[in-house]
């Protein structure tokens, strides 16, 4: 069977772009990913993959039609070439092996709200301790600790609570100096430059 029309379960796709299954599963029910019901379970095109992890422009094609092994991941749940930037190690050495963890769940989140005029993402303490496994009151020193190192903004209107990265995101080793391989520009194709999920957390 040829690489696009490859049909793939969700822990495939979910390994392919680093996004969590109960993700995938939201993005199907909802149409934002195509996919087709077998039973309970779900299964994906290749192909459909595409507008996932090509750049947005239609002439700026990141992934190689060659098989599924020399896909580009440029986007998965957070810009990759910030796990080589050298900032999970900065973070945990200053405030404790929690707190990349928790960083990387918020860039996640922000990710997946897309891009919001404001680039206010709402959060719920309670749900970030659940899904990250710590304590509510140690995530919620871990968020002040980060934002009195300005790397996220804190906010709340009401009842509700928001975050936002503030960018452009400083880390020891720049993107420049980062290989392509790491989701960086050090010998990237041109094309791989214009894809907004390299420069998302560069921009102010």
């Known amino acids: 069977m ?24 939201r993005w199907l ?26 750049s947005s422009n239609n002439n700026a094609k990141i992934i190689s039609k060659k098989g599924l092994n020399s896909l580009k ?26 707190t990349w963890p928790i960083f990387k769940k918020l860039l996640e989140l922000d990710f997946d709200a897309g891009r919001p005029a404001n680039r206010l993402v709402e959060y719920n303490i309670d749900e970030i301790a659940l899904i990250t496994g710590y304590d509510i009151d140690f995530v919620a020193n871990i968020l002040h600790l980060l934002a009195n190192d ?43 430059l214009s894809n907004p999920c390299l420069r998302r957390y560069l921009e102010s």
Do not use: F
Not at 2 to 25: C, F, G, M, P
């Open 150 to 192: 300005c790397y996220i903004a804190l906010s709340s209107d009401g009842n509700k609570n928001y975050y936002s990265i503030i960018t452009p995101i400083r880390t020891p080793i720049l993107i420049l100096d980062i290989d392509y391989e790491n989701g960086g520009i050090r010998g990237a194709p041109s094309p791989a």
């Open 2 to 25: 040829d690489n696009q029309e490859q049909l793939l379960n969700l822990k495939e796709v979910s390994a392919l772009l680093k996004i969590n299954t109960e993700v995938l599963r």
């Open 73 to 98: 991941k440029m986007s998965t749940a957070s810009p990759k070439w910030l796990e080589y930037s050298g900032l999970p190690k900065l973070l945990n050495d200053k405030h404790g092996p929690e």
């Open 29 to 54: 029910r909802s149409g934002k990913l195509a996919g087709l019901k077998v039973g309970s379970d779900w299964r994906v095109k290749y192909s459909d993959l595409e507008p996932l992890i090509s």
